[in-house]
């Protein structure tokens, strides 16, 4: 049942590759690479348990949390032109 789940990512994980290469517009190409770490972080899971090391659930999680935090930092990049304060207030002269 494991190994019909991985050949299911595997195919899933190709498929939204093609869309990354081939997205219309940038929010459907961050889409799909913020679908991509999903998969694999799927992926990860289940061959940990595949493999007997149940452990790889903890790296899983981890790598998860990290494609939220990148995905955002790229749509913010993508919108604002920047990541953070420029450190200039508009309209104030110091």
């Keep these: 049942m494991f190994a019909a789940a991985t050949l299911a ?3 899933t994980l190709a498929l939204l590759l093609a ?27 289940v061959m940990g348990f595949l493999n007997g090391r149940p452990e790889f659930l903890d790296l899983a999680i ?17 919108r604002r032109g920047d990541l953070g304060d420029s450190g200039i207030e508009s309209g104030t002269a110091k």
């Design 19 to 45: 869309r990354a290469a081939l997205g219309p517009t940038v929010f459907d190409r961050a889409l799909a690479a913020n679908t991509i770490g999903t998969v694999a972080m799927l992926l990860l899971a």
């Design 62 to 78: 981890v790598y998860g949390l990290l494609n939220v935090i990148g995905t955002i930092a790229v749509l913010k990049y993508f």
């Design 9 to 11: 990512l595997l195919a």
